[in-house]
C-alpha cells in the first residue's frame, strides 16, 4: 500500500509539472507501474486471505478432531466401567446363589442323617426289645416248650413248617389266635384242610394252661 501511495504522488506530479511527449510517456509509465503495484497488493492481499481461511479450517477441523476423541476415550471408560459394575454385580448373584444351594444341600444332608440314625436307632431298640422278649418269654415257659413236641413234628422244630403241606405256617401268629385254634380243635369244632381228627388228637390231653403255654411258645417262635 505504501509503494502504491508513493507512486501515485510521483504520476501527480509528473502531470502537472512536466509537459512534452517525454512527460506523457513519463506518466503513462508511472501509471502503468502503479496498475502493477495495485494488481501485486491485490494478490497479495487474496493470497493472505485464502492462507489464513486455510489455516482456520485446519485449525477447526484439528479441534474437532481432538474433541471427537476426547469424548470417544471418555465414552468408553465409561463403557468400561459399566461392563465392570455389571461382572461384579453378576459374579455375587452367582456367588450368592451357589453359597444358598451348598447350604440347603448340607442342611439336607444332616436331616437326612439325623432321619437314618433315628430310623437306625429305632430299629435297633425295637430289635433289641424283641430279643429281649423272647429272651424273657423262652427259659420260663418250659411248659409251652415241652407241649410244643408233639407239634413239631408236622410244623416243624421252628414252626415253620406246613404241616402236610396243607397247613399255614404257625410261628410268629398271636397267641390269641393259636390259643383260639387250638382250642377248638380240642373241641372237635374246628376242621382246617381236613386235619380237625389229627389235630384233635394231638391237643386233646392238654389243659386250658398248656394249651395257653403252647400257644405263648409258638407266638414267640
Known amino acids: ?35 502493477e503495484a495495485v494488481k501485486s497488493d491485490t494478490g497479495s492481499v487474496l493470497e493472505a486471505t485464502k492462507k489464513a481461511a486455510t489455516d482456520a479450517a485446519a485449525a477447526a477441523k ?7 476423541t476426547a469424548a470417544k476415550a471418555e465414552a468408553d471408560k465409561m463403557a468400561a466401567a ?3 459394575k455389571a461382572a461384579e454385580a453378576k459374579a455375587a448373584a452367582e456367588k450368592k446363589a451357589t453359597d444358598a444351594a ?6 439336607a444332608a ?29 427259659p420260663d415257659n418250659a411248659v409251652g416248650k ?5 407239634c413239631a413234628g408236622c410244623h416243624g422244630a421252628d414252626g415253620k413248617t406246613k404241616a402236610l ?41 392238654m389243659d386250658e394252661a398248656t394249651i395257653k403255654a403252647v400257644s405263648e411258645y409258638i407266638s414267640g417262635l
Open 62 to 68: 484439528e479441534k474437532a478432531t481432538e474433541v471427537a
Open 165 to 205: 403241606g396243607k397247613s399255614a405256617v404257625i410261628a410268629g401268629q398271636s397267641a390269641a389266635a393259636l390259643e383260639t385254634s387250638i382250642t377248638e380243635y380240642k373241641a372237635g369244632t374246628r376242621n382246617v384242610a381236613g386235619m380237625g381228627m389229627l389235630m384233635k388228637g394231638q391237643v386233646s390231653s
Open 1 to 35: 500500500m505504501k509503494n502504491l501511495t508513493l507512486l501515485s504522488l510521483v504520476a501527480a506530479t509528473l502531470l502537472f509539472t512536466a509537459c512534452g511527449e517525454k512527460t506523457k510517456e513519463a506518466a503513462t509509465d508511472a501509471a502503468n507501474k502503479v496498475t
Open 146 to 150: 415241652a407241649a410244643f413236641v408233639k
Open 110 to 138: 444332616a436331616a437326612t442323617a439325623a432321619a437314618s440314625s433315628a430310623v437306625a436307632s429305632a430299629s435297633e431298640t425295637v430289635s433289641e426289645t424283641v430279643a429281649s422278649a423272647k429272651e424273657v418269654v423262652a
Open 102 to 107: 451348598q447350604a440347603l444341600k448340607e442342611r
Open 82 to 84: 459399566a461392563a465392570e
